[in-house]
């Protein structure tokens, strides 16, 4: 089974802490994942990665960067956090076609 | 824009009884659809995955079905019970690579 962890499943942090989440899959897939998931907004993607040292902005990158030094491991950072990235963070990974995601269990990140 | 829209939002259902989720997209060009689960506080679990080039897919008493012309897809669970209760949610991945969320559909299975 394909196993994705993530560092922390809670987090207070605050405001202008520099933050870091990690995410670690198990299963030597290229593709990772970093989505906030937010009431009433649903699933965003914030940065993927197809391959080590790879990264691509999504669809809200503002605010953060990520690193992807080795295969397994995928990291978001949050320069200097604020209150409106309070959300809960998912890491998802995938193999090339057909592509299935794979979810780790989120991190619920309040910054206060 | 690829839209994905799943409705209705929330459902009650007694247990026992058969029922059907509702997904809908506005881009018909799309690689794959995936369907998961997600229990309160915790992350997604993968339920299927149907290919473009499919037409529906299984698992226990589960049954995903694609209709890309119509840009709609259904899962159906059967026998409902009160351990189904969850947010399920679709995703489309376009031709693009880009992977687009409905918002969920929170089902409850009345005991």
Redesign the interface.
């Given at each position: 089974d394909v196993k994705?962890t993530q560092s922390s499943r809670y987090l207070v942090k605050r405001t202008g802490e520099k933050v870091f989440l990690e995410c670690v899959q198990d299963m030597d897939h290229e593709n990772m994942?970093w989505y906030r998931q937010d009431p009433?907004?649903?699933?965003r993607?914030i940065y993927f990665s197809y391959d080590v040292k790879m990264k691509e902005k999504g669809d809200i990158p503002e605010g953060y960067s990520v690193s992807r030094e080795k295969k397994e491991r995928f990291s978001l950072i949050l320069e200097s956090a604020s209150t409106n990235q309070t959300s809960?963070y998912?890491c998802?990974s995938s193999l090339e076609p057909?592509?299935?995601?794979?979810?780790?269990?989120?991190t619920?990140l309040t910054v206060t | 824009k690829q839209e994905v829209t799943q409705i209705p939002a929330a459902l009650s259902v007694p247990e026992g009884e058969n029922l059907v989720l509702n997904c809908s997209f506005t881009d018909s060009a799309i690689y794959n659809l995936q369907w998961f689960r997600q229990d309160p506080g915790k992350g997604l679990t993968s339920l299927l995955l149907i290919q473009s080039s499919q037409r529906e897919q299984t698992s226990g008493r589960l049954n995903a079905s694609l209709d890309k012309s119509s840009g709609r897809s259904t899962l159906y669970i059967a026998a409902s019970q009160p351990g189904d209760s969850a947010t399920y949610l679709c995703a489309v991945r376009g031709r693009d690579d880009k992977i687009i969320f409905g918002k969920g559909t929170r089902l409850h299975i009345l005991p």
């Open positions: 994705v994942f009433g907004l649903g699933l993607l809960m998912l998802a057909p592509y299935e995601q794979y979810f780790g269990p989120g619920r | -």
